[in-house]
């Protein structure tokens, strides 16, 4: 059975432009949640998803972070402008009940 | 204010019995407490998960005493591989039946020959 996959391994953009990162959940799993670690620091949540419904999405920073489920499938996470302080590891994670099973993570640097 | 904490690092030989605990006051009280294993360049490794008492499965044990405030990571016999950062999970209940999932800052396990 494949695991989470997201998409890209790594990003590299500058201040001001838009990255799209990716995730990919395990087939049949409802839950889908982003979680990101800024440098430094701990690793943060983000939001978590029920099918395509936004659950709790207490983590997001600002409103430059946009976060989509369409269909209840895959999803993204949209950074729009991104800024300096954006640069970190992105986690996405998903699961059935309790137990979250994470990808690899997206490592995204804005220069 | 919901915090999670760790010691930072621990060091250990191969062979040796490992015990990492991760202090969480004022956890949910119908959620799990999670721990996680990752190597650099990787995403979080999911190692075992429990809600109160004792768990053990083929990698681990973890140790929840009644009061829920803490739990402990046991790993028996570790060997050189098992080098890495572990990190614990938790959920807190805050207002109006939100809750927040929280990691621990980690803690960095070195295991020496």
């Known amino acids: 059975e494949a695991g989470v996959t997201q998409f890209p391994s790594h990003s590299v953009i500058e201040k001001g432009q838009t990255v799209t990162l990716r995730c990919d959940p395990i087939?049949?799993?409802?839950?889908l949640y982003w979680y990101r670690r800024v440098m430094g620091k701990e690793i943060k949540f983000l939001l978590h998803?029920?099918?395509?419904?936004?659950?709790?999405e207490s983590g997001m920073p600002n409103n430059r972070f946009l976060a989509e489920r369409t269909g209840g499938t895959y999803s993204t996470l949209k950074v729009q402008p991104a800024e300096l302080e954006d640069s970190g590891v992105y986690f996405c994670?998903?699961?059935?009940?309790?137990?979250?099973?994470f990808g690899p993570g997206t490592r995204l640097t804005v220069l | 204010l919901a915090k999670t904490t760790q010691p930072i690092s621990m060091d250990s030989y191969e062979g040796q019995e490992v015990n990492i605990t991760c202090s969480h006051n004022?956890?949910?009280?119908?959620?799990?407490i999670t721990w996680y294993q990752q190597f650099p360049s990787q995403g979080p490794r999911f190692i075992i998960q429990?809600?109160?008492t004792k768990v053990t499965n083929e990698v681990a044990s973890l140790f929840i005493p009644a009061d829920r405030k803490s739990s402990t990571l046991s790993l028996p016999r570790v060997s050189l591989s098992d080098t890495a950062v572990y990190y614990c999970?938790?959920?807190?209940?805050?207002?109006?039946?939100?809750?927040?999932?929280?990691f621990g800052s980690g803690t960095r396990l070195l295991v020496r020959p």
């Open positions: 994670a998903s699961s059935i009940l309790d137990t979250q099973y």
């Open positions: 087939s049949g799993h409802d839950n």
């Open positions: 998803f029920v099918k395509e419904s936004k659950q709790d």
């Open positions: 004022n956890i949910a009280t119908n959620d799990y």
């Open positions: 429990g809600y109160k």
């Open positions: 999970l938790v959920a807190f209940r805050g207002p109006a039946s939100s809750y927040k999932l929280i």
